[in-house]
């Protein structure tokens, strides 16, 4: 599986307060994403990082931020949770096959209930 | 706009029939599409394209790609309820910083 750990894997919160999830890599991948699993949804993007201390923006990024201070963490931040955050949250890293292309492989997932 | 859609959205079938499940795309400077399978966790990786019509097998489980029509196929073959799950189909789009973009998925449910 890539070698990568979340944590915590469940977590229940209460609305307002500050949430970090984390997401460990030991394979030194340099791509690394956060995602969120919704019914109806799919998978989106909240946010990416391309490189220590480099990140940018998904598509549903509002409400969340991000850290990467070291190539093997990459951590998820809800500065003050909201019920609309609660989710499964999924941690991916982006590895090269020998054709070439990109695959993204996905960590174990993050159940966040924001009560 | 750069997206994925999967049809049919949910699909319920008997074990032993054979499903066909549908990806399109409009990804911009197009290299591959993936399939996954998520059962109740994280989604595994099935199939890469990247050839169109180059038909990728494993075992009852096969894939195609369509790059003139813009869009690939699914085919499960002879459906077990281990079939049972989303699947998944992902484009990357190596202009916006490697992203994924995914489809909603097909939930598909094999009844015995």
């Known amino acids: 599986d890539a070698g990568i750990t979340q944590s915590p894997r469940h977590k229940v919160t209460e609305t307002g307060t500050p949430v970090t999830l984390r997401c460990h890599q030991t394979?030194?991948?340099?791509?690394m994403y956060w995602y969120r699993q919704d019914p109806g949804h799919g998978l989106r993007l909240i946010h990416y990082?391309?490189?220590?201390?480099?990140?940018d923006k998904g598509e549903v990024s509002d409400g969340y931020s991000v850290s990467r201070s070291k190539t093997e963490d990459f951590l998820l931040t809800l500065e003050s949770a909201t019920s609309s955050q609660t989710s499964v949250y999924f941690c991916?890293?982006?590895?090269?096959?020998?054709?070439?292309?990109?695959?993204?492989?996905f960590g174990a997932g993050s159940r966040l209930t924001v009560l | 706009e750069d997206k994925v859609v999967q049809s049919p959205l949910s699909l319920v079938v008997h074990e032993g029939d054979t499903v066909t499940l549908n990806c399109s795309y409009e990804v911009t400077n197009f290299r591959s599409l993936l399939w996954y399978k998520q059962e109740k966790k994280a989604p595994t990786f099935l199939f890469m394209l990247t050839s169109s019509g180059i038909e990728k097998k494993s075992g009852r489980l096969s894939s195609i790609l369509d790059k003139k029509e813009l869009f690939s196929i699914l085919n499960i073959t002879a459906t077990q309820t281990g079939d049972s799950a989303i699947y998944l189909c992902?484009?990357?789009?190596?202009?916006?910083?490697?992203?994924?973009?995914f489809g909603t998925g097909t939930s598909l449910t094999v009844i015995p």
């Open positions: 992902a484009v990357p789009q190596f202009d916006t910083g490697n992203q994924f973009y």
């Open positions: 394979e030194n991948h340099r791509y």
């Open positions: 990082s391309y490189g220590v201390k480099d990140t």
């Open positions: 991916a890293i982006s590895e090269r096959r020998s054709s070439g292309a990109n695959v993204l492989t």
